[in-house]
């Protein structure tokens, strides 16, 4: 199987490029559900260990299922397949371009299982040096929900969504301090948040019911360097930590930034990561949508590519659907 690697702000992506059989299915979803019942032995030989690690995040491109599309993706990491990844966008325009699996151009529409996501690469001759996308509409579900979270007492909460569901949190409120020193006390607080939020109310997507689970949390604060506005840690999945300020945590931050009253359409919104990388986010367009006070986020960033691999799984390896070691 041939990957071609990269990473956005940070956050890994390993690109699948050859050697997988079409997905099939007539939308996103359905091409999502395919793959959670039949590929998720292979998820695992190509996130897991020996041939990946407990934070790496993966894209399968696929044809598109709308008329206009020009592609497809799943995203998948070490908890199982994701329905919408921002640095995963920036990261596969890039390497889709660099590369020549799309040809040059300046707008790629992709499909996702989250909805339609158009990108617009900037480039400098085959360069691409940034990557702007704008998202599927974003909302906020309800502000200052409180949570009793074992070993952190009562815990407020923000919730809303970006492509996926987010519990949003201010890190000083639980004592946490949002840098790589406290990378392991941040997914311990974010994966007990995580689940006392799932176990205290239901999840609900207006219009699909795969898309209605919570992805993560993310902790917030004030920047730590110069021209951010805030800085995002987002714990997801199994106690995965995102290098880069998450796409989709941005877009969600987008909204909750709007419904407070403090953010106008088109102010840029620059979010910092736990390693300082930076998206920047923007308010598109405001719409109703599905009984919803909206947005259309636009997030931007940058990525690189990093290598590229060909992966072996043979059939008489013991681990050939990997392992995790934390």
Known sequence: MLTVESHAAGEPLRVITAGLDAIPGTTMLEKRRFARERLDGLRRGLVFEPRGHADMYGAIPTAAVTPDGDAGVLFMHNEGWSTMCGHGVIALVTVAIEVGLLTLRDVVRLDTPAGRVTARPRREGARVRSVAFENVPSFVVSLGDRVDVPGFGEVRYDLAFGGAFYAFVDAASVGLQMTPAQFRDLIAAGTAIKRAVMASREIRHPVERDLSFLYGTIFTGPALGPGANSRNVCVFAEGEVDRSPTGTGVSARIAIERAQGRLAPGQAFVVE????????????????????????????????ITGRSELLIAPDDPLAEGFILR
Do not use: D, H, N, Q
Request: net charge negative; glycine share 12%.
């Open 273 to 304: 990561s736990i390693i300082g990388t930076r998206f920047t986010g923007r308010m598109a367009r405001e719409l109703k949508w599905e009984g919803y006070e909206a947005v259309v986020p636009e997030i931007e960033g940058s990525a690189w």
